[in-house]
């Protein structure tokens, strides 16, 4: 079965950066687009950063663009997020997800891993 794990979340200062990981098992990894989602306490889901299957589409929310980077490695089955300039509005629990073939939603997720800016 298909599963997504992250790490690489913690608390960090205001300016500091973070790497999260997401190691995907149970799928042809190169086939799916991969997304990163984060969630504030008393806040709805929110769209952070989505990758194609190649590696060469992105997409970034405004609110992460120019500071955050998606990415990935085929060979390892693995999305990454390195998260750069970090800012306290940036605490939240990030997922990762798989973009499903055949919907235009996102199918599966991972646990979370939680992250932490302080100010």
């Known amino acids: 079965q298909v599963q997504l794990v992250e790490s690489g979340g913690g608390l960090v200062q205001a300016g500091g950066s973070l790497r999260l990981s997401c190691a995907a098992s149970?799928?042809?990894?190169?086939?799916?687009?991969m997304g990163w989602f984060r969630q504030a306490p008393g806040k709805e889901r929110e769209l952070v950063a989505t990758?194609?299957?190649?590696?060469?589409?992105?997409y970034y929310a405004d609110s992460v663009k120019g500071r955050f980077t998606i990415s990935r490695d085929n060979a390892k089955n693995t999305v990454y997020l390195q998260m750069n300039s970090l800012k306290p509005e940036d605490t939240a629990v990030y997922y990762c997800?798989?973009?499903?073939?055949?919907?235009?939603?996102?199918?599966?997720w991972g646990q979370g891993t939680q992250v932490t800016v302080s100010s």
């Open positions: 149970g799928l042809t990894f190169s086939r799916y687009n």
């Open positions: 997800a798989r973009h499903s073939l055949v919907t235009t939603n996102f199918d599966y």
């Open positions: 990758i194609g299957g190649s590696g060469v589409s992105r």
